[in-house]
Structures are given as C-alpha cells and as structure tokens.
T-cell receptor, first 113, second 117 residues
Framework: SQKIEQNSEALNIQEGKTATLTCNYTNYSPAYLQWYRQDPGRGPVFLLLIRENEKEKRKERLKVTFDTTLKQSLFHITASQPADSATYLCALDEAGGGNKLTFGTGTQLKVEL | GAVVSQHPSWVICKSGTSVKIECRSLDFQATTMFWYRQFPKQSLMLMATSNEGSKATYEQGVEKDKFLINHASLTLSTLTVTSAHPEDSSFYIC?????????????FGSGTQLSVL
C-alpha cells in the first residue's frame, strides 16, 4: 500500500518568507495529489489539486509541484503570514474521484512575526 | 465552495452508550460520503464509504456492527458508535464529494471529538 511521508517536525519560519513543505510517496504515482489545510480540532480544508500530468499548479500565494520521477510533491506558501500557521496534509487520490484518499500525517507550519 | 456540516462538534459519553454523529451536505447532493477517524498527531484514516440508499463499504479492520452507517438521503449520512469504549475516543470526520468543474473534490465537515469515559 502507499506510504506517504511528510516531515513530522514543525516548520517555523518568519513572516514574509516562503514556506516549503514536502510530501514523498513510495509506490505508484496517483492520478491526483491534493493538499489540505487543517486547523486544530477542525476538518481539513481543500487547497490545491494537481494531476499526474501536471508539473506545477498555482493559486494566489500557493504553489504545488508534482514530480512523478522523484515521487514527490512540494507545497510552497509565498509571503507567509501568521494566519498561514496550521497543519498541512498531502493526500493521494489514486483513482480520482476522492474514493480512496490516502493522507499523510501532515506538517505543522508556524509563521512567526 | 460546497459546505459540509457535521454535528455534534464534541461529545462526552459514558462507556457502553451509543453516540450518533450527523454529516450533512448543505448546498449539494452527495450520493457518496466518507467517514474518517484521526488520532492525535496521526493521519486521517478512512473508516467507511457511505452510499445513499445502499450499505456502506467498510475498510479492513473496521467493525461494521460497531460503527453503524446510515445514508438515507442525498444530504445526510450518520455514523453511530455503538457501545462506545474509551479506545473509541477519537476525532471523527466526514466528507462528501461534489463535482467542481471537471473534477470531483472532497469537502470535509468540521469533525466530532468523541471522548468516552
């Protein structure tokens, strides 16, 4: 089965800097790779989806890359703000349609003033 | 975007009692909803897929008699934790699919923190 690795250590960065979070997977490349934000005690909120044939996707200050050769996705937040502090989860959607989302454990991001 | 409402947000119950959690899609119809469980600092684990008008599909290792799922309408799925025990204490989250353009996306409820004493 797929194993997803996200850095379990919290990432602390200064306001205004770019945060880069990593998601590595072990087996075959999924049809879609998704990124979610999760705040404490809340459900995940969808941020971005990237398909296996796409290398990069952007949405406002967010950017996601997908390298199927490295089996890795990078999630970037530019001009980070304290309000960006949360746990960010990557999820693999192997067949599309959200039927079998496999989530990573998430990386906690803290943006400091 | 689509909104999924989940109630209650938190519940404390005595061991042996049953707890029902509701998941509603507010502005769209969802033929399929999903139930996840999340332990502290762990990833979301899919428990079951709830299908409107038919039986739920449970993931391996999830007891269907313990976690009863009912999806009687296109906007409501319920999860009942029967005879709850302290080891069932966890964060339960539901999600529903909605088509956004060419892609079906998942929208999550706000979760239910269950504490069994």
């Amino acid at each position: 089965s797929q194993k997803i690795e996200q850095n379990s250590e919290a990432l602390n960065i200064q306001e205004g800097k770019t945060a880069t979070l990593t998601c590595n997977y072990t087996n075959y490349s999924p049809a879609y790779l998704q990124w979610y934000r999760q705040d404490p005690g809340r459900g995940p909120v969808f941020l971005l989806l990237i398909r296996e044939n796409e290398k990069e996707k952007r949405k406002e200050r967010l950017k996601v890359t997908f390298d199927t050769t490295l089996k890795q996705s990078l999630f970037h937040i530019t001009a980070s703000q304290p309000a960006d502090s949360a746990t960010y989860l990557c999820a693999l959607d192997e067949a599309g349609g959200g039927n079998k989302l496999t989530f990573g454990t998430g990386t906690q991001l803290k943006v400091e003033l | 975007g689509a909104v999924v409402s989940q109630h209650p947000s938190w519940v404390i119950c005595k061991s042996g009692t049953s707890v029902k959690i509701e998941c509603r899609s507010l502005d769209f119809q969802a033929t399929t909803m999903f139930w996840y469980r999340q332990f502290p600092k762990q990833s979301l684990m899919l428990m079951a897929t709830s299908n409107e008008g038919s039986k739920a599909t449970y993931e391996q290792g999830v007891e269907k008699d313990k976690f009863l799922i009912n999806h009687a309408s296109l906007t409501l799925s319920t999860l009942t934790v029967t005879s709850a025990h302290p080891e069932d204490s966890s964060f339960y989250i539901c999600s529903a699919r909605d088509r956004q353009g060419l892609v079906e996306k998942l929208f999550f409820g706000s979760g239910t923190q269950l504490s069994v004493l």
